[in-house]
């Protein structure tokens, strides 16, 4: 709560001033208090100064006591006689849907006024109304034109010129995506496909529906049917129209005064810091005119008031940022295929997070299922919830009265059971129970040493430097370990120690660098187009050869024959024998024997 007077005076009369401009007309002008918005609007006012008052118990001493005592003119009261509204003024501000009536104690059709007319001046029987008249703007004295709006584009009954009312629901209850208060379209189908009997439209995958409604209820809390777990739909109410009061007023609405119900609440408890944390979604407020200030008597020294005022403006902008990557959501339809009402976030000029459950200037997060492989040995039918406001951890609640339940002890995913506060070491984790849950988180390993590539025992947690790691695979000592083709390295106690590779000379003329290879080698072929290994003759005394591209060539040495019959076969160096005998004319085979013709005997 400000500490200084007149900086909550000051602020109080700016804020009050921009309501006066906003709203135009006499509200703007010295006529303003002949307008009946003014006792409205400085109810209100005196509204927060009573939950100023509530905040500040020991606020009204700092009042200022020249002025306290002091009669004002023309009512011949002192502020000293109105400072208490409920002790001295006898009123007490309640909000606004507690002081509203309970239940409807007659029925009266949404669609025509008291005497029986709708929005465009027919009665029943579609005779027009005689006695309505318009001004020169068109407009009756009740501020509606002739299709029944009002200038903002209104009807009597909140519904607007596109036929959805200020919730974004139209006559029959269906939002813009075509879905009511329980999520069933025009043909009782919800949006992830379930029909009002609780079966599915053909395409639609079962089981990754029931993912969503885990134990029946989805992330946000409800059911198939749009019901939470106590009956009530998502503004509040049970299917036969009535909230937990069992009153059914606010039942078609206007819903944004529930959620006005509830911000008030949390405004109301919320401390400094929590506050600094909400960002405007609307653009910053506009700057007071300085003839305002004049014009309402705000101050006798006018430079100091506007410098003021001027200092306050910037602290209001600096500390409300506006949110400059907000996204209007105007589709009830959520990315997993859930539906939830379009939130006012627009006409609070901040994200309410509604659905999330987090209070005022806590953002929720995401956190993982710390709720999983958990229970709670002292309350066996509590339930685990994960709490996504502003920080990650696991809460405890009765299901059957809903109550928050402290739960003592742990069971981990292996049946074990812990006691709370205690931890252990379950393979590499190091976990922990705290509150009936389970956190675990890696085992912390010491420094391995000097190496420079220690390795991971596949049955330690820790790595070492008994291996090596290196480009994603373990070596064990004295393991070759590849690098390139140049460099030979071997894994040595945690450190890779490479050398150069030596290359060989070589004797051949032809020399190529293959791919993957870091030496030269001798070309496979010669350069005669021959191939490695090939032998020839390139005349009939000479026989050459192709080795690692070079040609080798040498003459050839015939043998001394001891044979009489010799002969040279044609494009050979050397004589060799004749095979067999020839005699009288006849050819003999090595080995024959055989009688000649001139000596038979």
Not at 464 to 477: A, E, I, K, L, V
Request: charged residues 20%.
């Amino acid at each position: 709560a400000e500490q200084d007077f007149t900086q909550f005076s000051i602020q109080m009369e700016a804020i009050s001033g921009l309501f006066h401009l906003w709203v135009g007309g006499h509200m703007a002008s010295p006529f303003s208090p002949y307008d009946p918005i003014f006792l409205s609007h400085y109810a209100f006012i005196d509204k927060l100064w009573s939950h100023w008052q509530d905040r500040s118990p020991t606020g009204l001493p700092r009042y200022p006591c020249e002025f306290r005592y002091v009669k004002m003119k023309p009512f011949d009261i002192a502020p000293d006689d109105l400072l208490l509204s409920q002790q001295q003024l006898c009123t007490v501000y309640v909000p606004v849907t507690l002081g509203a009536p309970c239940n409807y104690t007659h029925s009266n059709s949404l669609h025509r006024d008291q005497d029986g007319y709708d929005g465009k001046g027919f009665d029943q029987d579609a005779q027009p109304d005689a006695h309505r008249v318009y001004d020169i703007h068109g407009y009756d004295w009740q501020g509606y034109d002739r299709s029944g709006f009002d200038r903002a584009g209104w009807d009597c009954n909140g519904y607007g010129r596109d036929h959805f009312n200020r919730d974004g629901f139209d006559i029959d209850g269906f939002d813009v995506s075509g879905y009511n208060r329980y999520g069933f379209n025009r043909s009782l189908v919800t949006s992830f496909g379930m029909r009002k009997d609780e079966t599915y439209l053909p395409y639609v995958k079962v089981e990754v529906i029931e993912s969503l409604f885990d134990a029946g209820y989805n992330t946000y809390g409800y059911n198939k049917f749009g019901l939470d777990k106590n009956g009530f739909d998502m503004f509040g109410f049970d299917e036969k129209g009535y909230d937990k009061d069992n009153c059914n007023y606010f039942f078609r609405g206007p819903h944004h005064m529930r959620f006005y119900f509830f911000v008030q609440q949390q405004l109301y408890m919320a401390n400094t810091e929590l506050l600094l944390n909400i960002k405007r979604i609307c653009p910053p407020v506009t700057p007071l005119p300085d003839w305002w200030l004049v014009h309402n008597w705000m101050t006798t020294d006018q430079h100091d008031t506007i410098t003021l005022i001027r200092h306050i403006e910037q602290k209001w902008v600096s500390h409300h940022p506006f949110d400059s990557g907000y996204i209007p959501n105007i589709s009830s339809l959520k990315d997993d295929g859930l539906w939830l009402p379009v939130t006012p976030d627009l006409r609070f000029c901040f994200e309410l997070h509604w659905y999330s459950g987090c209070p005022m200037g806590t953002q929720p997060v995401s956190c993982p299922d710390l709720c999983q492989h958990t229970e709670c040995p002292g309350f066996p039918n509590s339930e685990c919830r994960v709490h996504r406001c502003g920080a990650c951890f696991s809460e405890w609640y009765d299901r059957a009265t809903g109550r928050h339940v402290m739960c003592q002890g742990c069971i981990d995913e292996m049946g074990m059971s812990h006691v709370d506060g205690s931890s252990w070491q379950s393979g590499c984790q190091l976990c922990m129970c705290q509150g009936g849950a389970v956190s675990c988180s890696k085992l912390h390993c010491p420094d391995p040493g000097s190496c420079q590539h220690p390795a991971l025992d596949p049955s330690q947690c820790c790595s070492s430097c008994d291996g090596c790691r290196y480009n994603g695979q373990t070596f064990q000592n004295g393991d070759s370990v590849v690098v390139d083709t140049c460099t030979s390295c071997v894994c040595l106690n945690g450190d890779i120690s490479c050398a150069s590779v030596q290359c060989p000379t070589l004797s051949c003329k032809d020399v190529v660098q293959r791919p993957g290879s870091c030496c030269p080698q001798c070309a496979q072929g010669c350069a005669n187009g021959r191939a490695h290994g090939e032998s020839w003759k390139p005349e009939a005394c000479a026989q050459c050869s192709c080795e690692d591209g070079n040609v080798r060539c040498e003459v050839v040495t015939c043998l001394d024959l001891t044979c009489l019959d010799q002969y040279k076969p044609a494009g050979e160096c050397c004589s060799i024998c004749q095979s067999g005998c020839k005699h009288e004319g006849k050819q003999y085979m090595n080995g024959d024997v055989f009688s000649p013709v001139a000596n038979p005997c």
